[in-house]
């Protein structure tokens, strides 16, 4: 079974200012997905970026970026120029890697992260 | 224009009562999922359907039943509502293949047991 932590339970940042979030997962698959999801106030959780084990290179996504370390097992979020509407709760999640259409394609999270950006 | 759009919002109801929670999509995904989010936020699986066929099942309560009368919805019915059954709940769909696309959720339900 897979395991996600998020050891942060909160954080805050300036405004403008950059922040990262950490996350670490426990998997004996080779082959998987990582993600980053955010819960604002409103409830909505929206998928803010992607990785695919297999790909070295890290994601970005606009002023969103991850720092994947495979062999650690790690996937931290980096928030730059951080915005007001950035504060939310942020989820890491894992997903193996499944080939059959009919297979489960369960999604397991972390605990989440609290990030304030502060004025 | 909604993806998986959920109903109701919210729903508070008195203990004992039957509820049902109704999800719909028009991605044209195959796979759908009931999540519970705790009030510590901890989101955890419930129910997963794909292609109407039930592919997990974690240990939930056989109070909790899902219903998929065909691939674009996904409904759940609770019977004897429990104070502990208040949280929020997400219905998500997910595309075919590898999974790489990840889940679009629902915008939550959020059940208050009285």
């Known amino acids: 079974a897979q395991t996600v932590t998020q050891s942060q339970p909160e954080m805050s940042v300036q405004e403008a200012e950059t922040v990262t979030l950490s996350c670490t997962y426990d998997?004996?698959?080779?082959?998987?997905?990582l993600f980053w999801y955010k819960q604002p106030p409103s409830r909505q959780m929206i998928l803010v970026i992607r990785q695919e084990a297999y790909k070295q290179q890290n994601a970005t996504e606009n002023r969103f970026s991850v720092n994947f370390q495979k062999a650690a097992k790690s996937f931290s979020l980096k928030i730059s120029d951080s915005q007001l509407g950035d504060t939310a709760m942020y989820f890491c999640?894992?997903?193996?890697?499944?080939?059959?259409?009919?297979?489960?394609?369960?999604?397991?999270f972390g605990s989440g992260t609290q990030l304030t950006v502060l004025p | 224009d909604t993806a998986v759009s959920q109903t109701p919002k919210y729903l508070v109801t008195q203990m004992g009562n039957d509820k049902s929670i109704k999800c719909e999509q028009n991605l044209g995904h195959d796979t759908m999922y009931w999540y519970k989010q705790d009030s510590k936020k901890f989101l955890k699986i419930m129910f997963s359907y794909n292609n109407k066929e039930l592919i997990i099942n974690e240990t939930v309560p056989n109070r909790f039943s899902p219903k998929s009368p065909d691939k674009a919805h996904l409904n759940l019915h609770i019977n004897s509502l429990e104070l502990g059954d208040s949280a929020v709940y997400f219905c998500a769909s997910s595309q075919g293949g590898t999974g790489a696309g990840g889940y679009t959720f629902g915008s939550g339900t959020r059940l208050t047991v009285v």
């Open positions: 999640a894992f997903m193996k890697h499944e080939r059959s259409s009919g297979s489960a394609r369960q999604l397991t």
């Open positions: 998997t004996s698959e080779s082959n998987y997905y």
